[in-house]
């Protein structure tokens, strides 16, 4: 987390609404599946590009996915 906040997922709710291991949503996106672990860890901010790779996969809005919280809000 850095000084102002840190950005925040929901990969688990959406990989369970959609049936998905996170070796699924690896493959489908060509990632390793601890790029996703360590993303639903918080561990790993994902690129761009990534991120609306992964909305596009749950067919959601990027910030259904990916939220930025700030230091008072968490």
């Keep these: 987390m850095n000084e102002h906040g840190e950005i925040r997922n929901q990969l688990p ?6 049936g998905y291991s996170q070796k699924d949503v690896a493959e ?3 990632v390793s599946r601890q790029t996703i672990a360590s993303l639903e860890k918080n561990k790993y901010n994902p690129s761009l590009k990534l ?3 992964l909305a596009l996969l749950f067919e959601v809005e990027l910030d259904e996915v990916f939220q930025y919280k700030l230091k008072e809000d968490l």
Excluded at 13 to 18: E, G, I, N, Q, T
């Design 51 to 53: 991120a609306y790779e």
């Design 28 to 30: 489908k996106i060509s």
């Design 13 to 18: 709710v959406l990989r369970a609404k959609k």
